[in-house]
């Protein structure tokens, strides 16, 4: 285990995220005053201190050797430690009485959930908000991502880091340096970000609502600056646009990439991309289709509720446009079902993803073919590609951890006092990195009425789930020898 090196790069990523907290610094100084961008400029000399102190005490070695026991270590550090680092402006704006939900809104942030503890986010500082936004889209594309893109140190071992960190059971490169991927991805969520920016402005938000939701739709994270979220602006094109940046976001960047190439052919013959389409355009009509039949919604008003309901379930996103708790009950199942789906493989949403589900349900029909020619040797097909025997079993392994993971939470929770179907929720929520659920922690609500014991175990799910399980557990539970 080559200790020192992790500590270095862990260094140089410290040293990244002292940079990016000038950024709300910089910008509460003249929106806020001296007073609120102290507490940014305290934890970005946190940050940079520590971070200039372990590239002194840990200077790379010349052989460095990085494999997966590094990879591992360095991925779960980065996010614990930016999450740390991340709560110190909420604790400085609140008190130390407030280090439970200071940590829980910065992991809340960095892992694209959206759960927030705060029920007026707009008496918040605006350098604050700036701040919630920035984290989501950090971390929506990844820590390490953002690291191997920029501090070439970070490309030694690259492969490794990104499948301890990328989401998907199947990673690959878009170019033939690992650098030049994770500089390919960037540049598309920033393009992305960048255009939402632009035409939410046109739509009527102000430049800086425009600015924080077009970070949070991208990372399909769902921190706003409104207290209704979405539904808040009360403007049909608002959302219409957001929901086309959400579908776009829960897609595979790499298709992304092929189309910027001029290759438009894998939006049509990609199977896990049609699926996933063909979830949202399901669950859309199904939820319409309740709402006009139990709440006599019109039909255009049924398909728009619906579509971005089920949209920001399944991206993993959480905004909302209603108040999908106080909906029929087939709808209400119908959403907390689709927070067990998840966008593409290679996007910025959370939970299982659409092809570990199609992998299992091809695994599934093979196994029922089996039972009729028993001697037959059927490989698993995805499309015209067959998936290897380890990656099926490595998929069905973590659908049981998924489900594992979110009944202990659940059972935790309940342990602790919370209800029944909030506990649930809440857990499903945190593993899947949603946000917001079903009765105590609604879209209406918030989670900031748990006690702290509650936020710390939700805080551990959210961290958990949004690096895919393996990599906490791990850490958790591996003899770390060679």
């Known amino acids: 285990m080559n200790l020192g090196g992790v500590l270095f790069l862990l260094g140089r990523l410290l040293l990244a995220l002292a940079g990016t907290l000038m950024i709300p ?3 509460s100084y003249f929106a806020d005053g001296l007073t609120h961008a102290d507490d940014f400029f305290l934890a970005a000399g946190i940050a940079g201190g520590l971070g200039f102190v372990l590239q002194i005490l840990f200077r790379q070695p010349r052989n460095f050797s990085f494999g997966r026991h590094e990879a591992f270590l360095l991925v779960s550090a980065a996010w614990i430690t930016a999450s740390l680092v991340g709560a110190i402006p909420y604790l400085m704006h609140h008190g130390l009485s407030f280090a ?3 940590l829980f809104e910065s992991v809340s942030g960095f892992t694209t959930t959206g759960a927030s503890i705060y029920s007026e986010v707009e008496s918040l500082p605006r350098g604050l908000l700036l701040w919630r936004s920035l984290t989501q889209w950090l971390g929506g594309m990844g820590i390490i991502v953002l690291g191997i893109a920029i501090l070439p140190k970070l490309a030694v071992g690259g492969m490794e880091l990104l499948g301890a960190e990328a989401p998907g059971p199947m990673q690959e490169k878009l170019t033939p340096r690992i650098a030049q991927t994770a500089k390919a991805l960037w540049g598309i969520y920033a393009t992305l970000t960048a255009l939402e920016f632009v035409l939410l402005w046109i739509a009527g938000m102000s430049p800086f609502d425009a600015i924080n939701h077009a970070m949070t739709t991208t990372a399909t994270a769902g921190f706003s ?6 539904m808040g602006f009360q403007n049909g094109w608002i959302e219409l646009i957001v929901l086309t940046f959400m579908i776009m976001a829960g897609a595979n960047f790499a298709l992304h990439f092929q189309l910027l190439r001029g290759r438009p052919r894998p939006l049509f013959t990609d199977p896990e991309f049609r699926l996933y389409l063909g979830i949202l355009g399901g669950a859309t009509v199904l939820l319409a289709a309740n709402l006009m039949l139990h709440r006599g919604e019109g039909l255009l008003d049924a398909l728009r509720l619906g579509a971005f309901q089920a949209t920001t379930m399944v991206t993993t996103t959480g905004y909302a446009t209603a108040d999908y708790d106080q909906w029929p009950n087939f709808a209400r199942a119908l959403l907390f079902m689709l927070v067990f789906v998840g966008g593409c493989a290679g996007s910025t949403t959370g939970s299982v993803k ?5 992998i299992v349900i091809k695994k599934l029909g093979v196994d029922l073919k089996k039972l009729l020619q028993p001697h037959a040797v059927l490989p698993v097909r995805v499309g015209n590609r067959s998936i290897p025997e380890d990656v099926v079993t490595s998929v069905t392994t973590f659908m049981l951890l998924f489900l594992g993971l979110f009944a202990a939470g659940g059972l935790t929770l309940g342990f602790l006092g919370v209800d029944l179907l909030t506990a649930f929720s809440a857990s499903a929520s945190c593993v899947a990195n949603v946000g917001p659920g079903l009765a105590g922690v609604g879209p209406a609500t918030n989670y900031g009425h748990f006690p702290a014991a509650v936020k710390v175990v939700l805080s551990g799910l959210m961290i958990t ?10 850490l958790l539970f591996i003899r770390w020898r060679r």
């Open 465 to 474: 789930g949004r690096l895919e399980l393996y990599t906490i557990l791990v």
């Open 25 to 27: 610094a910089v910008f």
């Open 100 to 102: 439970a939900d200071a």
């Open 225 to 230: 600056t409104n207290d209704h979220s979405i």
């Open 354 to 358: 659409v092809v570990r589900s199609l």
